[in-house]
């Protein structure tokens, strides 16, 4: 790869960073032990990864058993929803409140639970992505076991009010659970402050390596058991843990945590400018929220384009980015989230999302924004369906 990349697909996965690799090297030549073996080897694994783990409560402001290691954010999610649901049953609650655009780790898994008996609410957001903390009050019943709706979309960058939603489930003796991949590491994440009682986060999501995650989850609330086999997690997740990818974990949170403020204002003005620059784009339009958004996530609608199209050829020129989730693309239906905000299913097949990270550039940018209007503009030049709206066959919906 000789070629520039311009890679903004940060939403997808991101680079490890050099503090994250430096961090996981060592157990993986020298403190290989496994922590649960009682000779030394065994003993100083089980010491490092406490470390870790204590680490990541401190971030997170919360107790060193209230965090779980996982392989990821999706694992977390299951487990989490899958918990509170069962212990909700044993109570007789078996409904679950949720928003219809949640990643599809939350929707699937809820899905599952509702071939299994449960019954699952799930609220509309509006235009821009929203829910009131109030509209969880008005559905929470008697019989309500739990409450998951993500922290920031991983789509359209929208930021939920969590910690009112917290609050409304606290006074309601609900568990409230939040998705907070697309939070950790990017904007203030404080369990106690927002009123969390679980929590799913993944690594590489904040320069920390794939396949590493965790769960949060207070210490008042139970968790439940899916991975038989061992007592590791304290008998919540069986399997030798991973413990150059927790340490890893732990160190890219901590940089990620100790340089939000700046990060956040790079990416900022970066999205800032992408966004801006975009929209000079006739046609097109912001998803999600203007104010309550991540600072790194830029997700625009070009009409009378095909977002894979786009990509393709924004490819073609050493630029990575999505058209939403990494785990729709593939398919042709357009994404759940963008159906939610309320676009036609017509403009919702046009967007592009760009997520940035702090290793980002100015020069990227202006990358960007030289290659997409020339690209728009000859994908519109040989789509029918534009045409019939230049021609006035069709209304502009954009
Ligand atoms: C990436 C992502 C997940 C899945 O995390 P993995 O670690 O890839 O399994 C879940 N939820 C959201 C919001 C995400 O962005």
Redesign the pocket.
């Known amino acids: 790869m000789n070629k520039k990349i311009v890679y903004v697909d940060n939403?997808?996965?991101t680079a490890m960073s050099d503090v994250a690799v430096k961090a996981m090297l060592p157990y993986l030549q020298n403190f290989y032990g496994n922590p649960s073996s009682l000779h030394t080897i065994g003993q100083i694994a089980k010491e490092e990864l406490d470390k870790a783990r204590k680490k990541i409560a401190e971030l997170l402001n919360c107790e060193e058993r209230e965090v779980y290691f996982t392989?990821?954010?999706?694992?977390?999610?299951n487990q989490a929803i899958r918990s509170a649901a069962l212990h909700g049953a044993k109570k007789g609650k078996k409904h679950i409140i949720t928003t219809v655009f949640?990643?599809?780790?939350?929707l699937h898994t809820l899905k599952k639970l509702q071939t299994e008996g449960f019954e699952v609410t799930y609220l509309p957001v509006d235009c821009n992505g929203l829910i009131k903390a109030e509209d969880v009050a008005k559905a929470i019943r008697k019989d309500t076991a739990l409450v998951t709706v993500?922290?920031?979309?991983?789509e359209v960058g929208t930021v939920l009010p969590v910690a009112e939603i917290g609050e409304v489930c606290r006074k309601n003796g609900v568990v409230f659970h939040t998705?907070?991949?697309?939070a950790v590491g990017h904007i203030p994440v404080d369990v106690k402050a927002q009123n969390i009682d679980m929590l799913?986060l993944?690594?590489?999501?904040f320069h920390g390596p794939?396949?590493?995650?965790a769960i949060y989850c207070r210490k008042q609330i139970p968790l439940y058991t899916f991975v038989e086999g061992g007592a590791q997690e304290r008998g919540k997740r069986a399997g030798t843990e991973n413990l150059a990818g927790a340490a890893a974990m732990a160190a890219a949170l901590e940089d990620a945590c100790l340089n939000m403020r700046k990060n956040a204002e790079k990416e900022r003005n970066l999205r800032d400018r992408l966004i801006e620059g975009l929209l000079k784009i006739p046609h097109s339009k912001l998803n999600g929220d203007f104010k309550n958004r991540l600072p790194n996530n830029v997700n625009i609608c070009f009409e009378g384009i095909e977002g894979e199209s786009l990509l393709l050829l924004l490819d073609a020129k050493g630029i990575c980015a999505s058209s939403g989730?990494?785990?729709t693309s593939g398919s042709l239906d357009p994404s759940h989230v963008l159906l939610a905000l309320g676009l036609p299913h017509e403009v919702a097949h046009g967007s592009l999302r760009l997520s940035l990270s702090e290793y980002n550039t100015e020069e990227d940018v202006e990358i960007i924004l030289r290659e997409t209007p020339e690209i728009v503009e000859y994908l519109r030049s040989i789509s029918p369906v534009w045409e019939s709206l230049e021609k006035g066959e069709k209304p502009h919906l954009i």
């Not at 392989?71 to 999610?77: A, K, M, Q, Y």
């Open positions: 939403a997808a996965t392989s990821g954010g999706s694992e977390s999610d949640e990643h599809h780790a939350v993500m922290f920031a979309n991983n998705d907070a991949v697309q799913s993944s690594a590489h999501k794939k396949g590493v995650g989730s990494a785990c």
